[in-house]
């Protein structure tokens, strides 16, 4: 549960912070001043519900070698075999894949991998000690091919899409519905009243959370779609299928919340609906009826 509220706490942050930015800077006064404007507010939305998951987005890689303590390998410079296999591992997808050959990372930890980046072309992939301890390198292939495929399906782009959708939404239903509860039960005809800002807080919050179960649905869509590029990357579904079945077998390891769902693992726990992944099992099922060209 500390996992979700952090997650559903990141995605509100980013809301909160622009609103209130914005509202100091008179921008929301502007709105609501003469009445609620709907073409103001829309425009309002777009800006504060896009400008996050942009930001979010662009700063993704730097921020991920910082939060995970990631390693970048010198392609030029390797250090050691295992060092130099990933980083061939990798371009050699990529090139499959016709996507430029993204930065390869090491990071200390328990099993896991993740990609990330804003262009296809200037991606981050990064692989955990943990996960290359515990895998045979054909496993550990497929992994790096899931995620090479993210990078070439645009999934951080698409999500970033898919989160700025929502938090427009989220934007602007709060404030409707704040200024339908401000006019009929507080009465307020000037202006905007307490009313007004509590009831946004409270529907940014409750719409915040629904909008974080949306883009999950999304992301274990995502996964599905990566796992089948990993097959067809490595020429077999088998590869996948058995690190799927490793993975299954071991404890995922803990990537930063807004990293997660790039990653080859994650852990949805109870809260089925807040999970980035679906579980190991549906995706090894759905590689079984898949075929490889």
């Known amino acids: 549960m500390k996992r979700i509220f952090l997650f559903v706490l990141t995605n509100l942050a980013v809301i909160v912070v622009l609103s209130a930015t914005l509202r100091i800077l008179g921008v929301d006064r502007i709105i609501t001043a003469q009445g609620m404007d709907v073409q103001k507010l829309l425009v309002f939305s777009v800006v504060v519900g896009f400008t996050g998951a942009i930001i979010s987005l662009l700063i993704s890689k730097p921020m991920a070698k910082w939060s995970t303590g990631a390693q970048v390998i010198d392609p030029n410079n390797p250090r050691g075999g295992r060092e130099a296999w990933l980083v061939d591992t990798v371009y050699q997808l990529a090139d499959r894949a016709g996507i430029g050959h993204p930065e390869v990372a090491i990071y200390e930890g328990p099993p896991n991998a993740f990609a990330t980046g804003a262009f296809k072309n200037d991606a981050l992939v990064a692989v955990s000690t943990g996960l290359l301890d515990s895998m045979t390198e054909e496993e550990v292939a497929a992994v790096l091919g899931h995620e090479v495929a993210h990078i ?142």
């Open 152 to 293: 070439a399906n645009g999934d951080m782009v698409t999500l970033t899409l898919i989160q700025g959708v929502v938090n427009t939404f989220v934007v602007f239903l709060a404030r409707i519905v704040g200024y339908f509860i401000d006019r009929t039960i507080f009465k307020n005809e000037r202006g905007v009243g307490a009313g007004y800002y509590v009831t946004v807080i409270v529907c940014e919050i409750a719409f915040g959370i629904l909008a974080s179960i949306i883009v999950a649905w999304f992301s274990r869509q995502r996964e599905y779609r990566a796992d089948a590029g990993a097959a067809q990357l490595m020429g077999s579904r088998e590869p996948m299928m058995r690190a799927l079945a490793r993975l299954g077998g071991l404890e995922p390891g803990d990537l930063p919340k807004n990293f997660e769902a790039s990653g080859i693992a994650g852990k949805g726990g109870v809260a089925a609906l807040f999970a980035s992944h679906p579980p190991i099992q549906n995706r090894i099922a759905a590689l079984q009826r898949m075929r490889v060209a």
